[in-house]
């Protein structure tokens, strides 16, 4: 009985310092894991269709795939992104690609303190 106790509590033990590692690891998702909020609602106000979106961690200039994930946004509607890579930054460059070919770059938005971002151009 007490060899299975002892089982039972290294079992235990093992978990949750496996569940320890796992927070601190980068999540599989590309979402970071220290609480902050990285959901941003886009309202698009440019007087045309924003055909792509992507941003880029400003410590790493990488942008990454279409937050918009190939849908467009009409003007004047708006759609929610999570701009989140996963490294857990909050300022970002967004480039949008508007139809017409027109490209609009913004820097430092930082998405951890804003809920709403508007494009103008």
Same mark, same amino acid.
């Given at each position: 009985?007490?060899?299975?106790?002892? +089982?039972? /509590?290294? $079992?235990?033990?093992?978990?949750?310092?496996?569940?320890? $590692?796992?927070?601190?690891? #980068?999540? #599989?998702?590309g !979402?970071?894991?220290?609480?902050? *909020?990285?959901?941003?609602?886009?309202? *698009?106000?440019?007087? /045309?269709? %924003? !055909?792509?979106?992507?941003?880029?961690?400003?410590?790493?200039? *990488?942008?990454?795939?279409? %937050? $918009?994930?190939?849908?467009? /946004?009409? &003007?004047?509607? &708006?759609? #929610?992104?999570? @701009?989140?890579?996963?490294?857990?930054?909050?300022l970002?460059?967004?480039?949008?690609?508007?139809?017409?070919?027109? /490209? +609009?770059l913004?820097? *430092? @938005?930082?998405?951890?303190?804003?809920?709403?971002?508007? $494009?103008?151009?």
């Amino acid at each position: 009985m007490l060899a299975r106790r002892s +089982l039972t /509590v290294a $079992l235990m033990t093992a978990s949750l310092g496996l569940a320890g $590692l796992a927070d601190a690891a #980068p999540s #599989p998702e590309g !979402q970071s894991r220290d609480g902050q *909020n990285r959901r941003v609602r886009v309202h *698009n106000q440019t007087g /045309v269709v %924003l !055909q792509k979106l992507q941003a880029a961690d400003v410590r790493t200039g *990488n942008f990454g795939a279409d %937050l $918009l994930a190939g849908t467009p /946004v009409a &003007s004047g509607a &708006s759609t #929610p992104v999570t @701009i989140d890579d996963g490294a857990g930054g909050c300022l970002y460059d967004l480039r949008a690609e508007l139809a017409g070919g027109q /490209v +609009l770059l913004r820097e *430092n @938005i930082n998405v951890c303190r804003i809920a709403d971002y508007y $494009l103008t151009r």
